[in-house]
């Protein structure tokens, strides 16, 4: 059997396929939705595609981490569907909606769990609700 192929795929594509909003090319992203389903190919999803689509859900469809959410961890586990950072965004999606957080601080505190970094941030917010990283403020430069 041949090896079906890989395309990456776009916000726009993914919003269309969750909404359902845009009768044309809603059906045209069910469609390759389906395609992947049926192993004729593979779909896959870079992260920062997945940001801008929490982006975009939030800003024009009024989306929450609690509708999102769930949402992106069904998406990233159908059949054909990819993201070449599961390992680590699946974990970022969980603390989104349990944490209430801003997507891209989950993401990269997701990452910097993942690979054992530290995060330094001036953001506050972050530092308070991440405790499960090390996150704090950069050093200031000692003045010589």
Request: hydrophobic residues 40%; proline residues 6%; contains cysteine.
């Given at each position: 059997?041949a090896?079906?192929n ?14 359902g ?7 045209a992203?069910?469609?390759l939705f389906r395609a ?5 190919v ?8 997945l940001?801008?689509t929490?982006y975009?859900l939030?800003t ?12 992106l961890?069904?998406?990233?586990s159908?059949?054909?569907?990819t993201?070449p950072d599961a ?5 970022g ?5 349990a ?5 891209g ?6 990452f910097?769990?993942?690979h054992?970094y ?13 405790t499960?990283?090390?996150a ?8 010589k």
């Amino acid at each position: 059997m041949a090896r079906p192929n890989s395309v990456a795929i776009d916000a726009n594509v993914i919003v269309r396929f969750l909404t359902g909003d845009d009768p044309v090319q809603s059906s045209a992203a069910t469609e390759l939705f389906r395609a992947a389903n049926a192993g004729r190919v593979n779909l896959i999803i870079p992260t920062p595609i997945l940001q801008e689509t929490v982006y975009v859900l939030e800003t024009y469809y009024d989306g929450t981490p609690d509708t999102i959410a769930p949402k992106l961890m069904s998406l990233l586990s159908l059949t054909g569907v990819t993201c070449p950072d599961a390992r680590w965004v699946l974990d970022g999606i969980q603390w989104y909606r349990a944490k209430n957080a801003d997507f891209g601080d989950a993401l990269l505190c997701a990452f910097a769990r993942h690979h054992d970094y530290e995060v330094n941030t001036f953001d506050k917010e972050l530092i308070r609700k991440f405790t499960e990283i090390t996150a704090t403020e950069p050093a200031k430069a000692k003045a010589k």
